[in-house]
């Protein structure tokens, strides 16, 4: 299996380049990515638990998925893309806010993103992919927020980020 590459790009996400992925994340190298949430009429959030194999972050919870865009895509092709191929499932998208963070890892791997979160909603149970996904579940905004705040190490570094800089903007019923 060939290494994809990221997109590298500036402060503004304009492209500059792409690299590989492991590359971009031993260097630390800013480049493009997105983070799905999707909720349920109930308002609650799908996480899922990354596998057990995941070269970083394996076993902790997280948004319903993320990765990285590819050449020529958008970010709302490239979020069903993901979804689908993580979760076995496909529903409308919506891309809602962006922004940059950088996460270092235990391992000497870094994530330096410009992250477009994308909003959607779905009812149903997921048909995880267990080469991604160890298990996922429904949990309610303020249960999150609580576990997280209790048990900040079972939950991605980009996951806490998220959810805590745009904690009100995720936070609202999507009709």
């Not at 076995?88 to 919506?94: A, V």
Request: aromatic share 10%; proline share 4%.
């Amino acid at each position: 299996m060939t290494e994809e590459n990221v997109i590298l790009v500036n402060e503004k996400d304009e492209q500059i380049g792409t690299m590989p992925k492991m590359e971009a994340h031993e260097k630390a190298l800013l480049h493009r990515a997105f983070s799905v949430f999707i909720f349920n009429k109930k308002n609650e959030l799908m996480l899922q638990q990354r596998a057990a194999h995941k070269y970083h972050s394996p076993l902790l919870w997280t948004n319903t998925c993320c990765s990285h865009q590819r050449v020529g895509e958008t970010n709302i092709q490239a979020g069903k893309r993901r979804l689908q191929e993580e979760m076995g499932f496909e529903t409308e998208l919506e891309d809602t806010i962006s922004f940059i963070y950088k996460a270092p890892f235990d391992n000497g791997l870094t994530e330096h993103e410009f992250d477009h979160v994308l909003v959607g909603n779905y009812e149903d149970a997921p048909v995880i992919n267990p080469d991604e996904v160890a298990a996922w579940k429904w949990m309610p905004l303020e249960a999150v927020k609580e576990d997280m705040a209790q048990h900040p190490e079972i939950y991605t570094e980009w996951f806490k980020i998220i959810f805590d800089k745009f904690y009100q903007h995720i936070n609202r019923v999507e009709s």
